[in-house]
């Protein structure tokens, strides 16, 4: 071992410690009032600057936002759980985003890397079968669950931020550390990028555990994320008796049913991929009632940007005509977004240089084939190249339970040495830093 890699295996027990408290207090977008509360404490007690709340989330970016009720709600339960009250006032009303800098005093580039902070909406396992069930860190908090490794990602990013606290002599430039919340839905990371958090950065990472990736792989530049559209319709009619005056209704439920059917008719496209899905369709009070209301949540996705506008121009057409067929209103809600992804060549490269030297790591990859769902960092991603900087995705393989968005996934806490191990050598070793 090196000896970065004698320090992060020291540093180990630590993450797995956090790992486990964040998954055992898990909370979902706009929701990560404890989880935020106990990273800023920590970076601050390592000596970083912190920009937080509003100052790195735009209050008009947001998508997807709960209720000010859950809001309310689920900040009081952060308290009752050990949210820290000297830093909840900066993510009050759900502005849970961490920027934190350090700021070596030495001219160099400007490093970032985003980590994302939030769990999903789903109940997680509570059998013996299930390691955090039978090790006492599955979540307490029903209906959320850390299905999808944003626990690991977090205690990744704290460990990061102690490794390069612990060398920062040798460092030359700027490092900033992107704590981002609701990834999940592709909801957060546009607040981000509104609130400048991603301006002027020269080289920028993000990353992810998993994803199929085998255990002791790293993928360098992950380029199979699909563009893609997150979006409600709200439908309203008139309601109206069914029996006795059917013709003065205008139902809502047909023009939402017409709208699902029709949007699974689009055409694909020739230049690649590219998805539609109805998820949810809610509506109607009553069997004698000609439905008033009808609510459609909906995403589009494609393999470019292109392609993906195409679908959702496409449905926009279609949930138009509906709603005119049946004497309607449609109302459209943006409730989630993402490009594709498009890593820089040459930080790609250097990536893969470095991640060759860590051990652990059996395989060093460039990119992966198959679409691999959506991911907001690519929006992150994307500013950074408007600026001239380079950025990348990278994903560290791991041994999983169960597929991501189960409710029995669980991955090897092991990766957590290599993420750290392999993000740590690309701002130690990186030639500026040399004096080249």
Not at 193 to 221: E, K, M, Q, R, W
Request: proline content about 4%.
């Amino acid at each position: 071992m090196t000896q970065i890699e004698l320090a992060v295996h020291e540093l180990a027990p630590r993450m797995q410690h956090w790992r486990r408290d964040f998954h055992h207090f898990a909370e979902s977008g706009w929701l990560e009032f404890r989880t935020a509360t106990l990273v800023a404490e920590t970076l601050h007690q390592l000596g970083y600057q912190l920009a937080l709340g509003r100052d790195v989330v735009d209050d008009a970016a947001r998508m997807g936002l709960p209720s000010p009720d859950v809001l309310a709600r689920e900040e009081q339960r952060a308290l009752e759980q050990g949210a820290l009250p000297q830093w909840l006032t900066h993510f009050s009303g759900g502005f849970t985003g961490i920027v934190a800098t350090l700021e070596t005093g030495r001219p160099g580039p400007t490093f970032a890397f985003r980590v994302d902070m939030d769990a999903l909406d789903l109940g997680e396992m509570l059998q013996p079968a299930h390691r955090p069930f039978a090790e006492g860190f599955a979540s307490c908090n029903e209906g959320m669950m850390h299905a999808c490794g944003h626990d690991g990602h977090t205690a990744i990013g704290l460990g990061l931020a102690s490794m390069l606290q612990q060398f920062a002599d040798q460092l030359n430039g700027t490092i900033k550390l992107i704590f981002q919340p609701a990834e999940e839905g592709t909801r957060g990371a546009r607040a981000m990028v509104a609130a400048g958090a991603l301006d002027n950065i020269d080289y920028f990472t993000a990353i992810h555990i998993g994803t199929g990736v085998p255990s002791g792989t790293v993928v360098c530049g992950s380029d199979n994320f699909m563009a893609t559209t997150k979006f409600d319709v709200q439908f309203t009619g008139v309601a109206a008796h069914a029996g006795g005056k059917p013709e003065e209704g205008r139902n809502a439920l047909l023009a939402a049913a017409q709208t699902a059917l029709a949007l699974h008719g689009i055409a694909p496209h020739s230049a690649g991929a590219s998805r539609v899905n109805v998820g949810v369709l809610q509506a109607g009070s009553g069997r004698n009632v000609v439905p008033a209301s009808a609510l459609l949540k909906v995403e589009t996705r494609g393999e470019t940007n292109v392609i993906n506008d195409y679908v959702f121009d496409r449905a926009q057409e279609i949930i138009r005509g509906a709603a005119t067929m049946y004497g309607i209103e449609a109302q459209v809600k943006l409730m989630g977004a993402a490009t594709n992804s498009v890593p820089s060549p040459e930080w790609v490269a250097f990536i893969h240089q470095q991640a060759l030297e860590v051990h652990g790591v059996t395989e060093v990859v460039d990119t992966v084939k198959g679409a691999a769902g959506s991911e907001d960092a690519t929006l992150m991603m994307a500013r950074v190249q408007e600026q001239g900087g380079k950025a990348s995705y990278m994903v560290f393989g791991t041994e999983l339970s169960a597929g991501h968005h189960n409710e029995k996934f669980d991955f090897d806490e092991k990766v957590m040495e290599v993420a750290v191990s392999t993000m740590a050598r690309l701002v130690l070793n990186f030639p500026w830093q040399r004096g080249v």
